[in-house]
């Protein structure tokens, strides 16, 4: 998170290329984790479509520093969508980096699937609803609220609520079944 945003916020639209650095510093590595748990196959281009539509609708943004973030995965989630649209398929797993999730407190999700190894965090996301793995993805790889990923996603915050609690449900099922200690 950044110190002083709505100081870094107004120097960015004032053209501060310094401004404009710490917000790409401060934003674009959950981006890229989001969009390769979503399957993107070129995440630095789309990264980088990403940052110039953040950059050139800055303008047009009003908020705080939360729902600045929900604004900039919204439009990561929008591009995600329509790269789906235009390639007609299903988008491809790519394997979770570590190093690209700079979140600085690990959440128990995190623990757990880091325990079963990248390829099974996958492998246990793809057992999931599409409307499960995203809200899971934006929760734990976005790090982002309820509230966020409702806006994110166009749903209410109860049917978000809902919807992590199911998917997380169905995991927790999944790895009992194979006896995998909770």
């Known amino acids: 998170m950044l110190d002083h945003f709505d100081q870094v916020l107004a120097r960015a639209r004032a053209g501060s290329g310094d401004a404009f650095t710490l917000i790409y510093q401060d ?9 390769r748990a979503k399957g993107v196959p070129e995440v630095e281009d789309v990264t980088s479509d990403v940052f110039l539509a953040v950059f050139t609708g800055l303008g047009r943004f009003t908020g705080d520093q939360a729902q600045f973030r929900s604004w900039v995965f919204t439009i990561a989630h929008r591009r995600v969508v329509d790269g789906w649209r235009r390639g007609g398929r299903t988008p491809t797993q790519v394997p979770y980096e570590a190093a690209d999730d700079t979140r600085t407190t690990v959440s128990a999700e995190t623990d757990a699937l880091a325990g079963l190894g990248t390829q099974r965090a996958l492998a246990l996301l793809a057992t999931l609803t599409e409307e499960q793995r995203e809200v899971l993805v934006l929760r734990i790889v976005a790090d982002l609220t309820v509230d966020e990923v409702a806006e994110v996603v166009g749903r209410r915050a109860g049917a978000v609520k809902a919807l992590q609690r199911r998917g997380l449900a169905s995991l927790r099922r999944q790895l009992e079944s194979e006896g995998v200690p909770l």
């Open 27 to 35: 934003l674009a590595r959950p981006v890229a984790a989001y969009l």
